[in-house]
Structures are given as structure tokens and as C-alpha cells.
């Protein structure tokens, strides 16, 4: 049996997994298709995509009341909202589960996993009491990096440089210690507001996950309410979430379209990124002056024109 739950009713992995299994090839949030709002792609190893999850649900009529009075309609009986959808029922805890299924939150006993000691996304939920208990292990493979480069790692330059490098990176991918609930923090408020909100040209810092090089840009991003709007300073913590991490620019624009979904079900969503990538610029073809946009257009702004219309040239205007 499915069932649709709203982002009050979901746990903090519920939320995670909803959004973080677009980290991995395999999970294709968005397909490009006709006809639907948010379009499904298939799955071949049997778990649903996030697409399956992200569904448009028209608003519910409230009915009369008791008393004999009509309560009105709703405001916009007709613009639906994208909410989430679980293709699966809740499964019922009767303790018959074999030991050997992973169990969330995962633990270090965890069968099969005994000797794991960290993993981020979702792989596995344990992680050592702090991210600073990594920066030993981490040093150590940056000062092995630097003599395989044919450096000196005890020379007085070099000798503090492999722990500011881990330091360096924790800090650089510090959004893996991140989730959508936390960063909200309750900051959604009901309001009847049913014009199209943007926040654009929030700073975005992250890196390339192929070359492990830094890319840098701009987010904008466009909303339509129905009847939810979010705190301004959620919508640039989200861009953070998802861009300090090992990134693809083309998977960044859709995590941040999909969290905006989650956080106040609106009845479309639209994200447009321009970034400059230092593994184009510093190395291979050394083009300084290219520019690589993405945009992933959900809801109102996929299917209506004007509305689409509408948000770039907000975006683009100066």
C-alpha cells in the first residue's frame, strides 16, 4: 500500500535518504519527460528512485463543517502541490526481522561491517564520535602524498601541511555531516503567499568529485507556495548542504530543487547554477573564461512556459 507523508511526519534518515541516494550514479532523481510535472525513471535494483518519491498531489477541500456554514474553498484549488511519495508500505516491526538485514541507524556491530569505521550518505550511518577523529588517517595520506611527489614532508614548510590539508577538507566537505531537518530547523511557516519567490546569486563553493579540484559559482532559486513559505537563509543553507561535498554541478542543481520540494511541498521549484571549474581552467583544456549552467525545473516551472519565462528573467535581470 503507498502512502504520501509530509515533511513533519519524516525522520531525519527518512529525509537523508530521500535526498542524499542522488550521491550515487545509480539513483537518477529526475528524468526529462513528457507530461508529468516530475517524471519517474525506472529501477533496475529494485529500490525506487527519487523520482518514485516526489509526486504533484492536488490540495484537498476541506469538508463543511458540523455547524452547517461552508468553510470556503481553498485558495488554488487547482495548482497541485509536490509533495513526497513512498512506493513502499511501513514495515512492521514484530522482531521476526533476520539479523542479517541492516538495521538504520547502522552501528559498527552491524553484521558484515565490524571493522567499518566510517561512511557518510547512505552506506552506512555510524560515524566516529567526531569528524576531527579523522584527521590522524587523513594527515598521514597527505604526507605520503607529498613524498610520492618527491617533496620533503620534514622540511619547515611542509611539516604542519598534511594536517591543515585534512582540516582543509573536513571543512570542504563538512555537508556530508549535514540533513535537511537540522538545517531547517523549523523555519517553515504557514502563509497565504502564492507568488513566485527567488533568492538568487547565493555563493556556492564545492569540489570536483573526478579531478578533486575546486568549483565555485552562483545558485538561484524560484519557488511558487501553496500556503508554505521558508525562512530566506534556509534556502542558501540548503545550496551549502549539498555543495560542500564531492560534487557533479549537473547532481548539485537537482539536490537543491529536491530539498526545496521536501521542505515546503510548493507547486513548482526552479534552480539555476553557474560555475566556473578549476578543472577546466587550471588544467586539461584551460579554458578561463568558460561558464558551465545547469538548471533542473520541477512542478508549475516545467509544464508552464510563462512561469518558467517569468523566473529567468528574474534571475538574469540585474
Known sequence: ???????????????????????????????????????????????????????AQPEETQPPSSTGSEEPAPIHPNRPRLILKSS???????GTQSSLTPQTPRTS???????????HDLELDHKPPTREALLPDMA???????GGLGENPDRQGLIKTPERAAKAMLYFTK?????????????????DHDEMVVVKDIEMFSMCEHHLVPFYGKVSIGYLPCNKILGLSKLARIVEIFSR????????????????????????????VEGVHMCMVMRGVQKINSKTVTSTMLGVFRDDPKTREEFLNLVNSK
Open 245 to 272: 561535498r564531492l560534487q557533479v554541478q549537473e547532481r548539485l542543481t537537482k539536490q537543491i530543487a529536491v530539498a526545496v520540494t521536501q521542505a515546503v511541498q510548493p507547486a513548482g521549484v526552479a534552480v539555476v
Open 88 to 94: 513502499t508500505s511501513i514495515p512492521e516491526n514484530d
Open 175 to 191: 555537508g556530508y555531516d549535514q540533513n535537511l531537518e537540522d538545517v531547517l530547523n523549523g523555519a517553515v511557516f504557514d502563509e
Open 1 to 55: 500500500m503507498s502512502f504520501t507523508r509530509q515533511l513533519s511526519e519524516m525522520s531525519a534518515s527518512e529525509l537523508n535518504d530521500a535526498i542524499d541516494d542522488t550521491n550515487f550514479p545509480q539513483a537518477h532523481i529526475i528524468s526529462r519527460g513528457r507530461n508529468n510535472s516530475v517524471c519517474s525513471t525506472s529501477s533496475t535494483s529494485g529500490t525506487s528512485s527519487l523520482a518514485d518519491r516526489v509526486v
Open 109 to 119: 556491530t552491524t553484521p558484515g561491517h565490524e571493522n567499518c569505521t566510517f561512511h
Open 140 to 146: 598521514r595520506s597527505y604526507r605520503l602524498l607529498l
